[in-house]
């Protein structure tokens, strides 16, 4: 135990006797008790350092897309058999990196279903057919849903051609899903589809119809309001919108 403070003692005292004592640098005065000397930072690699390692293949790539690039026009413009045997070379190492690539994609997808995109929508065409049939059911299903909770207003003008035109597919598409129309034009005009039509009592203005046949969807409950055409367009593209628009409501 002795022998272990002596030694510490000594540790100590060439520590001590290291530095510039007191007593040798009188004349700081009581300026010699100094804040502890901090170690040295170690250095931080500066972001530029950071950012070529981080992206060190992606440059790894366009360096060897450069040089292939290079060698097929050195190959072009002085086709020596050296140049054109070196282009040749580099395309074949590129297109076996290209199959090893392909293959190692292929396994991860069979060994791991989430990356397998088919299983949403299969490529087989087949399984493809039932995909798109299932699809058109649950959307058939959605609308006609909708009809429950939404009615449609039918903006159209007196001799107009394009609203005459309309009025027989926005009766299709209501008789097909099931939706109510309420028919509302300018001066309370009717329309051999939609006899029972009312005088607009500024709701067009609300709605900001600005040409005609305009078309939308409502629930009065909510007050939620699709703007489902703006002019003629067919039973699908109504669809499709009332699909992509409907769910803003829960949004």
Same mark, same amino acid.
């Given at each position: 135990?002795?022998?272990?403070?002596?030694?510490?003692?000594?540790?100590?005292?060439?520590?001590?006797?290291?530095?510039v004592?007191?007593?040798?640098?009188?004349?700081?005065?009581?300026f010699w008790? +100094?804040? =502890?000397?901090q170690?040295?930072?170690? *250095?931080?690699p500066?972001?530029?350092?950071?950012? *070529?390692?981080?992206?060190? %293949?992606?440059?790894?790539?366009?360096?060897?897309?450069?040089e292939?690039?290079?060698?097929?026009?050195?190959?072009?413009?002085h /086709?020596t058999?050296e140049?054109?045997?070196?282009?040749?070379?580099m395309?074949k190492?590129?297109?076996?990196?290209?199959?090893?690539?392909? +293959?190692?994609?292929? &396994?991860?997808?069979?060994k791991n279903i +989430?990356?397998?995109?088919?299983?949403?929508? /299969?490529m087989? =065409?087949q399984?493809?057919?039932?995909?798109?049939a299932?699809?058109?059911?649950?959307?058939?299903? &959605?609308? &006609?849903?909708?009809?429950? *909770?939404y009615?449609?207003?039918?903006?159209?003008?007196?001799e107009? /051609?394009?609203? *005459?035109a309309?009025?027989p597919?926005?009766?299709?598409? %209501?008789?097909?899903?099931?939706?109510?129309v309420?028919?509302? %034009?300018?001066f309370?005009?009717k329309l =051999?589809?939609?006899?029972?039509?009312?005088?607009d009592?500024?709701?067009?203005?609300?709605?900001?119809?600005? %040409?005609y046949p305009?078309?939308?969807?409502?629930? /009065?409950?909510?007050?939620h309001?699709? =703007?489902?055409?703006?002019?003629?367009?067919?039973?699908?593209?109504?669809?499709?919108?009332?699909?992509?628009?409907?769910?803003e409501?829960?949004?």
């Amino acid at each position: 135990m002795k022998k272990i403070i002596i030694f510490g003692l000594m540790i100590l005292g060439s520590n001590c006797f290291a530095e510039v004592s007191f007593w040798d640098d009188h004349e700081r005065g009581w300026f010699w008790y +100094e804040d =502890p000397k901090q170690e040295d930072e170690k *250095e931080i690699p500066e972001e530029k350092e950071i950012k *070529e390692k981080k992206y060190a %293949s992606t440059e790894e790539l366009k360096q060897y897309q450069a040089e292939l690039e290079d060698a097929k026009a050195k190959a072009v413009l002085h /086709p020596t058999s050296e140049n054109v045997a070196r282009y040749q070379m580099m395309q074949k190492d590129m297109t076996e990196k290209a199959e090893k690539f392909s +293959e190692v994609w292929m &396994k991860n997808v069979y060994k791991n279903i +989430e990356l397998d995109a088919t299983q949403n929508v /299969p490529m087989f =065409p087949q399984a493809n057919r039932i995909y798109v049939a299932e699809q058109r059911k649950k959307k058939i299903q &959605k609308i &006609k849903q909708l009809s429950q *909770e939404y009615g449609l207003f039918f903006f159209f003008k007196k001799e107009c /051609p394009y609203c *005459e035109a309309f009025a027989p597919i926005v009766k299709m598409f %209501s008789d097909k899903y099931n939706w109510e129309v309420l028919a509302i %034009s300018e001066f309370g005009e009717k329309l =051999p589809m939609f006899e029972r039509s009312v005088q607009d009592n500024g709701l067009a203005e609300i709605w900001g119809v600005s %040409s005609y046949p305009s078309l939308f969807a409502v629930n /009065p409950k909510t007050g939620h309001v699709i =703007p489902i055409a703006n002019g003629m367009i067919s039973i699908q593209e109504m669809e499709e919108r009332i699909m992509a628009l409907a769910g803003e409501e829960d949004a």
